[in-house]
């Protein structure tokens, strides 16, 4: 039975896309395409990481939708947009076996474009093994081994959000960084992906 309600879950993707904002703005980034799936909590996460990448680095970000069959015309568009970084933002109230074939359709149109940029992976379609998934083709992986590919995590217990480089194809994770979150986002995030809630002493 889930423990927060759709406004918390909503909440939740301000918080998570304020520190992921700066975490891009920390890189040193100032032109980043934010891919989000089709619904209304990716979309969520996306635009709070668009207007703190942009209040915090002064650059330049725009939002793509990607939609399961079109994965080929919005990797087009990404190569168009020529982006420093593309971020990957899937997960939401999309089936997860559709976002997971979306996703790994769109690496592979994207390497079949050679879409330019390194790539950062949302934590959710990495824990559930997309980009893993996305490496048993080829092309992708030909594709990654050519990038910088960071992905970031949570560690829940710690209260913490870390930006990790990916080893491709090991998946291998380097820390690079480290966010402290608040009390709040630390209680929104464990009663929403673990189903506990927290105490604070």
Same mark, same amino acid.
């Given at each position: 039975?889930?423990?927060?309600?759709?406004?918390?879950?909503?909440?939740?993707?301000?918080?998570?896309?304020?520190?992921?904002?700066? #975490?891009?703005?920390?890189? /040193?980034? *100032?032109?980043? +395409?934010?891919?989000? %799936?089709? *619904?209304?909590?990716?979309?969520?996460? #996306?635009?709070?990481?668009?207007?703190?990448?942009?209040?915090?680095?002064? /650059?330049?970000?725009?939002?793509?939708?990607?939609?399961?069959?079109?994965?080929?015309?919005?990797?087009?568009?990404?190569?168009?947009?020529? #982006?420093?970084?593309?971020?990957?933002?899937? /997960?939401?109230?999309?089936?997860?076996?559709?976002?997971?074939?979306?996703?790994?359709?769109?690496?592979?149109?994207?390497? $079949? $474009?050679?879409?330019?940029? %390194?790539?950062?992976?949302?934590?959710?379609?990495?824990?559930? /093994?997309?980009?893993?998934?996305?490496?048993?083709?080829?092309?992708?992986?030909?594709?990654?081994?050519?990038?910088?590919? !960071?992905?970031?995590?949570?560690?829940?217990?710690?209260?913490?959000?870390?930006? *990790?480089?990916?080893?491709?194809?090991?998946?291998?994770?380097?820390?690079? +960084?480290?966010?402290?979150?608040?009390?709040?986002? #630390?209680?929104?995030? *464990?009663?929403?992906?673990?189903?506990?809630?927290?105490? !604070?002493?």
């Amino acid at each position: 039975m889930p423990l927060t309600t759709f406004e918390e879950e909503i909440y939740l993707r301000a918080l998570t896309g304020r520190l992921v904002g700066k #975490a891009l703005s920390d890189l /040193g980034l *100032n032109k980043v +395409a934010v891919v989000a %799936s089709k *619904n209304i909590i990716c979309s969520s996460i #996306a635009a709070a990481t668009e207007a703190t990448f942009l209040t915090l680095s002064g /650059g330049v970000t725009y939002h793509f939708m990607v939609e399961h069959g079109r994965e080929k015309e919005l990797a087009k568009r990404l190569k168009e947009f020529a #982006a420093q970084a593309v971020l990957l933002q899937f /997960g939401g109230e999309t089936p997860f076996d559709e976002t997971k074939k979306s996703f790994v359709e769109l690496l592979k149109a994207m390497a $079949e $474009e050679d879409v330019p940029g %390194s790539l950062v992976v949302h934590v959710r379609i990495f824990a559930a /093994g997309g980009l893993k998934e996305a490496l048993e083709h080829e092309e992708v992986k030909k594709y990654l081994e050519t990038k910088e590919v !960071f992905v970031y995590t949570v560690g829940f217990d710690e209260g913490k959000v870390y930006v *990790n480089k990916v080893t491709i194809p090991s998946l291998e994770l380097t820390k690079l +960084a480290e966010y402290q979150v608040t009390l709040e986002h #630390a209680d929104l995030l *464990n009663r929403s992906l673990k189903d506990r809630k927290i105490t !604070f002493s």
